[in-house]
Nanobody, 120 residues
């Protein structure tokens, strides 16, 4: 049973910080890339940050220098440290695990989402 459980969302003032966590169960974590996406009402889900099994990272331009993704392989957990938060960061954040089935074909797994609200 594949399961991704997010936590750490909430309400924070502009300029503040939050850390999101995503605990993965089953075999979905080991050897797979993990990522954080976000999706606002009426908008497409967009990549925020991704980390490979080897630790390589990439970020959306809008969060570079403010957000940091990391993973703890011993705990099967991926984190998103969000600093200098802005009101436009307000939305639902989703944890993602991408598992390669065969070369060139992958399966995506998603958490339930956690709300982040940045407001005075």
């Amino acid at each position: 049973q594949v399961q991704l459980v997010e936590s750490g969302g909430g309400l924070v003032q502009p300029g503040g910080s939050l850390r999101l966590s995503c605990a993965a169960s089953g075999s979905i974590f080991s050897g797979n890339a993990m990522g954080w996406y976000r999706q606002g009402p009426g908008k497409q889900r967009e990549l925020v940050a991704r980390i490979t099994s080897g630790g390589s990272t990439n970020y959306a331009d809008s969060v570079k220098g403010r957000f940091t993704i990391s993973r703890d392989n011993a705990k099967n957990t991926v984190y998103l440290q969000m600093n200098s938060l802005k009101p436009e960061d307000t939305t639902v954040y989703y944890c993602n695990a991408r598992s390669e089935i065969v070369p060139g074909i992958s399966a995506d797994y998603w958490g339930q989402g956690t709300q982040v609200t940045v407001s005075p």
